[in-house]
């Protein structure tokens, strides 16, 4: 299983107006072929201290040639689009292959 993970950094507008829009994005993100799982968490302060980042997302698919042609759809390019609407330069994206866990066809593992 692939992933693609998308880290955010604060937005600069109100939290409100990021999280209606977010969800907007999500709605389009929804769409993309291959697609076969969303999760999106929020940072939280630790004990250490606040955290650098402010969300990340990924969006799992079955293999890398999933991955890849999800990148090149009409549906991702339209999610990416609108994206680039409100939180343009707020995102870095990654390729993350999954190694260990439940998506690997295993036990997950305690780390």
Do not use: C, N
């Amino acid at each position: 299983m692939y992933k693609l993970v998308v880290l955010y950094r604060k937005p600069e507008i109100p939290l409100a107006e990021f999280d209606r829009r977010y969800g907007e994005h999500l709605e389009l993100v929804s769409r993309v072929p291959g697609l076969r799982r969303v999760e999106v968490a929020r940072f939280v302060e630790a004990p250490w201290g606040a955290p650098d980042l402010f969300q990340l997302a990924e969006l799992y698919f079955d293999d890398r040639k999933a991955l890849d042609a999800a990148l090149h759809s009409p549906e991702m390019a339209a999610a990416g689009q609108q994206l680039r609407s409100f939180a343009k330069g707020l995102f870095t994206m990654y390729y993350a292959e999954v190694t260990a866990g439940e998506e690997r066809g295993g036990e997950e593992h305690d780390v």
